[in-house]
T-cell receptor, first 111, second 114 residues
């Protein structure tokens, strides 16, 4: 089955700096890559996703890039703010129904 | 509209007891998922329901775990003879179904087995 690895497990950044989280996947048939944000004590929420026919997607301060050849994708958060502090999960799907999640990255934005 | 809801929000039980966790998906969503999230860990897939199809139970960790979905809507996850290692947050998610992959999560049930 699909194996998704996520790095780093924790990330501390100064407010205003950028944060980058990287994920690799094992199944070359994967074609859907969502990112979820989970604030402390709350439910995971989708923040951005990308499909395999696109190399990059942006939404305000967040962007995701996909390298199908290398089988990795990354989340980029620019101009970080305190409200960006949360756990971020990447996931991959082969387009059926099952999402395989990474272990999560705890992001702390220092004021 | 209303999101995915789960009950109870917290459950404390004694080792060996059975527990039932409930999930109400978003109205009209045909796909429903259960995940387990242990402290500081990622999301572990447990089971998937899609319409009237047979569920994918491949993620259930043991035969003490079972789930059903009645009428294609509400789902119940049952854990029999609970063990301390069952302590975790149990998350339910639903999606419109078909090949639409975006999943909408409920707030979870925090289970503590003493």
């Amino acid at each position: 089955g699909e194996n998704v690895e996520q790095h780093p497990s924790t990330l501390s950044v100064q407010e205003g700096d950028s944060a980058v989280i990287k994920c690799t996947y094992s199944d070359s048939a994967s074609n859907y890559f969502p990112w979820y944000k989970q604030e402390l004590g709350k439910r995971p929420q989708l923040i951005i996703d990308i499909r395999s026919n696109v190399g990059e997607k942006k939404d305000q301060r967040i962007a995701v890039t996909l390298n199908k050849t290398a089988k990795h994708f990354s989340l980029h958060i620019t101009e970080t703010q305190p409200e960006d502090s949360a756990v971020y999960f990447c996931a991959a799907s082969t387009g059926d129904y099952k999402l395989s999640f990474g272990a999560g990255t705890t992001v702390t934005v220092r004021a | 509209g209303a999101g995915v809801s789960q009950s109870p929000s917290n459950k404390v039980t004694e080792k060996g007891k059975d527990v039932e966790l409930r999930c109400d998906p978003i109205s009209g969503h045909t796909a429903l998922y259960w995940y387990r999230q242990s402290l500081g860990q990622g999301l572990e897939f447990l089971i998937y329901f899609q319409g009237n199809s047979a569920p994918d139970k491949s993620g259930l960790p043991s035969d003490r775990f079972s789930a059903e979905r009645t009428g294609g809507s509400v789902s119940t996850l049952t854990i029999q003879r609970t063990q301390q290692e069952d302590s975790a947050v149990y998350l339910c998610a639903s999606s419109p179904g078909g090949r639409v992959e975006t999943q909408y999560f409920g707030p979870g049930t925090r289970l503590l087995v003493l």
